[in-house]
């Protein structure tokens, strides 16, 4: 079946420090990639996403490229800022709903 | 415009008690989704519909738990008999298009309910 394995955290950095979290997932046929993220007390939101292979999706300064030959979908930012703390959940489709990793939290500090 | 909403936010239970949980999807989306997550943990799939109609229900864990979204609008997620082991965050999603599997429409998420049952 699918699943999705992420870099366990907490990963704690300091502000404008550049961010990787690891993902990588195992599918059939070709599933679309996400990162949704979740801050403390609110609901998930979607990140970025990106439905085909070598694709990158990008937001808020936040990069992932759908790279199928690694089954990869690393999550980068080249510079964060203490408002960047939250758990970022990396996720892919099956046939029908959505497939996430456990979670990795991220801490900045100023 | 508003949102995916859920309520209640915070419902607490004592054990055997049945619940009910409620998602109003953003308002036009086709389909709505069901997830479970428990504390540390990544959701997990337990049901959607389109329209009104429940299209995949595998993810729900036992007979316990039902779903219903009678009218193609709000759901309602039900857990009878509950239990300490069903306490967690449920989460409600929506996306415009119907799910005609394999899916790349966006899901948008509510704020979740959270479960606790003593």
């Known amino acids: 079946g699918n699943s999705v394995t992420q870099m366990e955290g907490p990963v704690t950095l300091s502000e404008e420090a550049f961010l990787t979290i690891n993902c990588t997932y195992t599918?059939?046929?070709?599933?679309?990639l996400f990162w949704y993220v979740q801050y403390p007390g609110e609901g998930l939101q979607l990140l970025l996403k990106?439905?085909?292979?070598?694709d990158k999706g990008s937001n808020k300064g936040f990069e992932a490229t759908y790279r199928k030959e690694t089954t990869s979908f690393h999550l980068e930012k080249g510079s964060v800022q203490v408002s960047d703390s939250a758990v970022y959940f990396c996720?892919?489709?099956?046939?029908?709903?959505?497939?996430f990793g456990k979670g990795t939290m991220l801490l900045v500090s100023p | 415009g508003a949102g995916v909403s859920q309520s209640p936010r915070y419902k607490v239970t004592k054990r055997g008690q049945d619940v009910a949980l409620r998602c109003d999807p953003i308002?036009?989306?086709?389909?709505l989704y069901w997830y479970r997550q428990a504390l540390g943990q990544g959701p997990e799939f337990l049901t959607y519909?389109?329209?009104?109609?429940?299209?995949?229900k595998s993810g729900l864990p036992n007979d316990r738990f039902s779903a219903e979204r009678p009218k193609g609008s709000f759901s309602t997620l039900e857990i009878q008999r509950t239990e300490q082991g069903d306490s967690a965050m449920y989460l409600c999603?929506?996306?415009?298009?119907?799910?005609?599997?394999?899916?790349?429409?966006?899901?948008?998420f509510g704020p979740g309910t959270r479960l606790t049952v003593l």
């Open positions: 999603a929506s996306s415009l298009v119907r799910n005609r599997g394999p899916s790349t429409d966006t899901q948008y």
């Open positions: 599918a059939t046929g070709y599933p679309s």
């Open positions: 990106a439905t085909k292979a070598d």
């Open positions: 308002s036009g989306h086709v389909s």
């Open positions: 519909f389109n329209y009104e109609a429940q299209q995949d």
């Open positions: 996720a892919l489709t099956g046939y029908s709903t959505l497939t």
